[in-house]
């Protein structure tokens, strides 16, 4: 996944890393895409961990992170897509168990180890979900 530290001097180095994760992870249990909350701290502590600390294989400090929440998901539009394959599936995510993972990630992202968050979470509106960060930028 990263360039081991033996072979920095080989390679460019990773200036900047972004990592968006949890979004599948967050899949209500019966997908195969669900990751369970306890693995899914576990892995974004291995991530962090890979590169701050000294003794990883892959310690890369100059490298920046960037973390990206999952985003919300718009339970109804999504279920109707779902609804709509053919055959039709089940509704595997929901409002509440994504914000679980949301708010289980924070702890495990502590400014020493990650300063760089973005709260995609939090850059939607449940009201209106098209007033969005986004929107700012882009028509949508």
Request: aromatic share 12%; with cysteine; hydrophobic share 35%.
């Amino acid at each position: 996944m990263f360039t081991k530290k033996e072979n920095h001097s080989a390679y460019q180095k990773c200036k900047l890393l972004t990592i968006w994760f949890g979004a599948n992870d967050a899949c209500l249990s019966f997908s195969r895409q669900h990751v369970p909350l306890a693995r899914y701290k576990e892995n974004l502590k291995w991530m962090v961990r890979s590169l701050r600390e000294q003794d990883s294989e892959y310690y890369s400090p100059s490298t920046r992170i960037v973390f990206i929440t999952p985003p919300p998901i718009q339970e109804d539009r999504w279920a109707g897509l779902l609804a709509d394959r053919d055959p039709p599936q089940e509704k595997d995510r929901t409002w509440e168990h994504t914000k679980a993972y949301v708010e289980a990630a924070y702890p495990e992202l502590h400014p020493d180890n990650l300063p760089q968050v973005f709260p995609a979470w939090d850059s939607v509106d449940p009201k209106d979900p098209r007033a969005t960060v986004v929107s700012h930028y882009v028509d949508v």
